[in-house]
């Protein structure tokens, strides 16, 4: 009985330890292969600016944006409502390009500008929001969070 008390906490512990020293490896297989960082560039009372620094910690082999759609937002209001969306209504030219940045250790900044109206075209009222930041890429999208407030 000692003996299987003693395997399991053995085990335990080496798996505990692999997951520690793996987290701390970036760049190796098991870190995301982007860091996403959302922020809100700019913001006047006509429009409001995301922007999501991306920073690349592995390749991934055959990774590819399937359109000229390099960035996808989805903004709630603060019951969790979807109020817009940047590709409502949209059309996106169909030709496959690379997933930025693609070395290990640069990073690139997508943005998107968006008018402070809803789906249908309505002045949102101001108050507190989340954006849905979304890399579209193939074979795994990337996505992140932020919550704001609208002027």
């Given at each position: 009985m000692k003996s299987i008390v003693y395997l399991t906490i053995v085990l335990a512990f080496s798996l505990a330890m692999m997951n520690c020293s793996s987290s701390k490896n970036a760049g190796n297989s098991s870190a995301e292969p982007l860091t996403l960082l959302p922020s809100i560039s700019e913001q006047n009372s006509n429009?409001?600016?995301?922007?999501?620094?991306?920073?690349?910690?592995?390749?991934?082999?055959?990774?590819?944006?399937?359109?000229?759609?390099?960035?996808?937002?989805?903004?709630?209001?603060?019951?969790?409502?979807?109020?817009?969306?940047s590709d409502h209504n949209m059309s996106f030219t169909m030709a496959i390009g690379d997933v930025r940045p693609?070395?290990?250790?640069?990073?690139?900044?997508?943005?998107?500008?968006?008018?402070?109206?809803?789906?249908?075209?309505?002045?949102?009222?101001?108050?507190?929001?989340?954006?849905?930041?979304?890399?579209?890429?193939?074979?795994?999208?990337?996505?992140?969070?932020?919550?704001f407030n609208v002027e």
């Open positions: 429009f409001i600016t995301f922007s999501v620094k991306a920073v690349r910690n592995r390749t991934v082999e055959g990774e590819y944006l399937p359109s000229s759609e390099d960035i996808r937002i989805y903004v709630s209001d603060s019951n969790g409502k979807q109020v817009w969306n693609k070395s290990v250790g640069d990073t690139h900044e997508y943005t998107a500008i968006w008018n402070k109206k809803d789906n249908d075209g309505k002045r949102i009222s101001p108050g507190v929001y989340n954006a849905r930041i979304v890399i579209p890429a193939q074979p795994n999208n990337y996505s992140t969070n932020l919550a």
